[in-house]
């Protein structure tokens, strides 16, 4: 190996754990805040309403800023908009650690959001063009897919520890680090990439799918708050649906779309998109409801809790570990429809926890199944959801699996607590309230393995023999 060789190496080496350990803290930020909520309410004096917007700021700006910010970085430069994204990031994170009203920790959250969704999709573009052969780029794309799914669990635990142990406001500081830490070498690591060809960001286009997005969001998470009837639910989902109309036909007829309807048509990526879209509903609303689940049901405390997610990140390493060999013996197709039906099938023993149940025989099995389904999957739905993306698109089609995973993870919380909350209430009046709970925590489980035994039956059949 030439020192040419060596040297350009190790510079993508540190390449990728720069980034991975940015998406890390971007992905841990969606669940981070969830154990520390309590402490939260009660240092700042936040209303059951407004506690609600500290997460679901972060969720809003995420996913409805995506296809924006990552347009924007095929155009203006993808090392330009990454690291303007991570420095609003750390300066959003050291306002929601100091804040001292609601109103400044809320909007601290909707700018740590905005900042993570001009980081993500450049980040993921970079890595996507850094490894252009196809065994390389399956592997440093696997470690980012497992890596982001590691982020969203041990945002539980480290959320539990530090909560339990320091402040709730460390949850928050401890992003500064690693925002400054990437923002110094980043711009010494990676040259600046863009767009070779010379187009205009298309502002219609782009007005009209944020919009689109954000109101699709905002009706969602206003869904898990107050139930599908109010009328801060449907108004915001019909405009969304006339805000996507309206994006297709501009879209359709404009010679620079923001989104070329062609791109959204590929196989390979729309099978991606669309199961990731169902794997993202089925994680987040179970890391969501097993949080609950474990501290009121079963009578953890937020340390307790936190801990108990340990294993979960254990087996997502497995599955990681796993994810390439199983590619490469299966095929894509089958590697997936494997890991959803493990993961589906997870879902159904966690389903079971019941109290009384000690967590080594109610909890321990099913977070282990799910967990190795989850490691195997992520990164070849990642590697799926940007197949064949070039230097023209490659922070598109980052920005595309992003939303979704964002705008998913909306979904699931919002329909399956939902549907959670309803069954619990539907059999408090014939049985007690903590067999009620379990019974409505069982049952949107249920509902969330059968999302994915959906997803796995829409890979066998879509996905072509090529990408297998």
């Given amino acids: 190996m030439t020192a040419t060789v060596a040297t350009t190496f190790r510079r993508r080496r540190w ?3 720069v980034l991975c350990l940015v998406q890390f803290m971007l992905v841990l930020d969606d669940t981070v805040v969830s ?72 909007a601290g959250r909707f700018a740590q959001g905005a900042g993570a969704a001009m980081a993500s999709p450049a980040a993921l573009s970079l890595i996507t063009l850094l490894y252009p052969g196809t065994e390389e780029r399956a ?82 998470l206003r869904a898990g708050e107050s139930g599908g009837d109010d009328v801060a639910v449907v108004g915001p989902l019909l405009l969304s649906i006339v805000l996507i109309v309206a994006f297709l036909a501009v879209e359709s007829r404009t010679t620079e779309p923001l989104v070329p309807l062609s791109f959204l048509a590929h196989r390979a990526r729309a099978v991606a998109t669309s199961t990731t879209l169902l794997f993202s509903a089925a994680f987040y609303a179970m890391a969501f409801l097993l949080m609950i689940h474990l501290q009121t049901v079963l009578g953890y405390g937020p340390l307790e809790a936190g801990l108990a997610y340990l294993p979960y990140g254990a087996g997502i390493l497995a599955g990681m ?23 589906s099938a997870g879902l159904l023993l966690l389903s079971g926890a019941a109290p009384g149940d000690g967590y080594a025989s109610g909890v321990l099995p099913g977070m282990l199944v799910t967990s190795l389904g989850c490691g195997l999957s992520l990164p070849a739905l990642t590697v799926a959801a940007v197949t064949d993306t070039t230097g023209e698109n490659a922070g598109l089609g980052s920005a595309v699996l992003s939303c979704v995973q964002q705008v998913g ?31 409505g925590f069982s049952f949107a489980l249920s509902v969330a393995a059968a999302l994915l035994a959906l997803g796995a039956a829409v890979i066998a059949t879509l996905l072509r023999n090529r990408h297998s």
Wanted: aromatic share 8%; glycine share 14%.
């Fill in 321 to 343: 570990w796993l994810s390439s060999r199983a590619v490469i013996r299966l095929g894509m197709r089958w590697a997936l429809v494997v890991s959803f039906l493990i993961s």
């Fill in 139 to 220: 592997k440093a794309l696997g470690i980012w897919g497992g890596i982001a799914g590691l982020g969203g669990t041990l945002g539980l635990v480290i959320s539990g520890a530090l909560t339990g142990l320091a402040s709730w406001r460390w949850i928050f500081l401890i992003n500064l680090p690693v925002a400054v830490l990437a923002v110094a070498l980043l711009p010494r690591l990676v040259a600046e990439s863009r767009a070779t060809r010379k187009a205009r960001l298309d502002v219609p286009g782009a007005v009209l799918g944020t919009g689109a997005v954000l109101s699709l969001v905002y009706g969602l």
């Fill in 409 to 439: 993870g909306a979904v699931g919380v919002a329909v399956l607590v939902t549907l959670a909350a309803h069954r619990s209430d539907s059999l408090a009046g014939s049985t007690g309230p903590m067999v009620a709970a379990t019974e």
């Fill in 15 to 17: 390449t990728l754990i």
């Fill in 35 to 106: 154990v520390a909520l309590p402490s939260v309410r009660d240092d700042l004096g936040f209303g059951a309403s407004g506690l609600a917007w500290v997460v679901n700021a972060y969720f809003l700006a995420f996913g409805g800023l995506l296809l924006l910010f990552g347009r924007a970085a095929d155009l203006l430069g993808r090392r330009r908009v990454f690291l303007g994204g991570v420095a609003l990031f750390g300066a959003a994170s050291l306002v929601c650690g100091l804040a001292q009203e609601p109103w400044q920790l809320v």
